[in-house]
Nanobody, 114 residues
Framework: QVQLVESGGGLVQPGGSLRLSCAASGFSFSAYPMSWYRQAPGKKRERVAVIGSAGTNYLDSVKGRFTISRDNAKNTVYLQMNSLKPEDTAVYYC?????????WGKGTLVTVSS
């Protein structure tokens, strides 16, 4: 079965950096686009970044600060987050859309605060 396991979240000061990882299993990882989403308290879940054969795409508010990448040999997708802002505080989720179904990890909490 599809499993997505996020890690790397934590508390960071404004201006700091974090790298999130998502370890995937149960499907042909290299064949599918992978996404990172986030959901802040009281807000809708939004897609932060996606990486696939067509390249990458980012939410406007994170362009130039976040970078999505993947290592197909390790079945892992990453999200490097730099110049973090308090408004980046959220639970970050890894996602794959496969065979007409969305699969999600349990998420990792990122808190940006001084």
């Amino acid at each position: 079965q599809v499993q997505l396991v996020e890690s790397g979240g934590g508390l960071v000061q404004p201006g700091g950096s974090l790298r999130l990882s998502c370890a995937a299993s149960g499907f042909s990882f290299s064949a599918y686009p992978m996404s990172w989403y986030r959901q802040a308290p009281g807000k809708k879940r939004e897609r932060v970044a996606v990486i696939g054969s067509a390249g990458t795409n980012y939410l406007d508010s994170v362009k130039g600060r976040f970078t999505i990448s993947r290592d197909n040999a390790k079945n892992t997708v990453y999200l490097q987050m730099n110049s973090l802002k308090p408004e980046d505080t959220a639970v970050y989720y890894c996602n794959v859309w496969r065979q007409s179904m969305d699969y999600w990890g349990k998420g990792t909490l990122v808190t940006v605060s001084s």
